[in-house]
């Protein structure tokens, strides 16, 4: 006597193809969750006034980068993680040799180079000369003879008579800075995180229904 198992449908053929299922749905789960956290991030970076280039720099990659799997993972990331980061973490900041951080007024103006300029920079540009004031009280100072701008800028004067001439403060020198937190990176992240599970399961049913 001969007998034959023949079992409807094909239990492996099921078996492969849930596996299929969860894959596309881990690696959709995946690819959703990142976008979503930086859409978020990027969302409070400019939320918090620090512009859209900053935001911008906040970059997502997904893994496997074809296919799927049931590893699948999402990377979120900053091109400017020094900038982020100090924002995030509201730092405290001493300068690098023990002496004053200079930061700049209104009358300094900006850096050719991007940023903050530099007493060295702002000297070399005008061609004036920086004096130290020192004061008990408040942020001591750096300031110069000139005259204000237009624009508000200091520059030098002109003048034979030394009419309009003043003394400008030009950099404010403080020992430290507290630089104030503006963001909560890690909540974003923690929502995302949280959410990854649901994204799964809602994957996989609209596969299976699909």
Request: proline residues 5%; glycine residues 12%.
């Amino acid at each position: 006597m001969r007998l034959k198992l023949d079992i409807r449908p094909d239990i492996a053929a099921l078996m492969q193809a849930e596996v299929s299922a969860g894959e596309k749905a881990v690696s959709a789960a995946m690819r959703e969750a990142g976008g979503s956290l930086k859409s978020a991030w990027r969302a409070q970076i400019t939320g918090a006034g620090l512009g859209r280039r900053l935001g911008n720099s906040i970059r997502s990659a997904s893994f496997p980068r074809t296919g799927n799997s049931l590893n699948a993972a999402a990377l979120v990331w900053s091109k400017a993680p020094v900038i982020i980061g100090a924002h995030d973490t509201g730092p405290l900041i001493r300068s690098k040799n023990g002496f004053w951080l200079a930061i700049p007024t209104a009358a300094a103006g900006k850096s050719s180079k991007g940023g903050r300029i530099t007493p060295s920079e702002w000297e070399s540009r005008t061609g004036l000369r920086l004096r130290f004031i020192y004061r008990r009280r408040g942020p001591s100072l750096l300031v110069a003879e000139g005259r204000l701008n237009t624009k508000g800028r200091a520059v030098a004067s002109k003048s034979k008579t030394g009419r309009g001439v003043a003394t400008v403060p030009i950099f404010l020198l403080v020992p430290q800075v507290k630089l104030r937190k503006r963001l909560d990176l890690a909540q974003d992240a923690e929502r995302a995180v949280d959410g990854v599970p649901g994204r799964i399961v809602a994957n996989w049913a609209e596969g299976r229904l699909g």
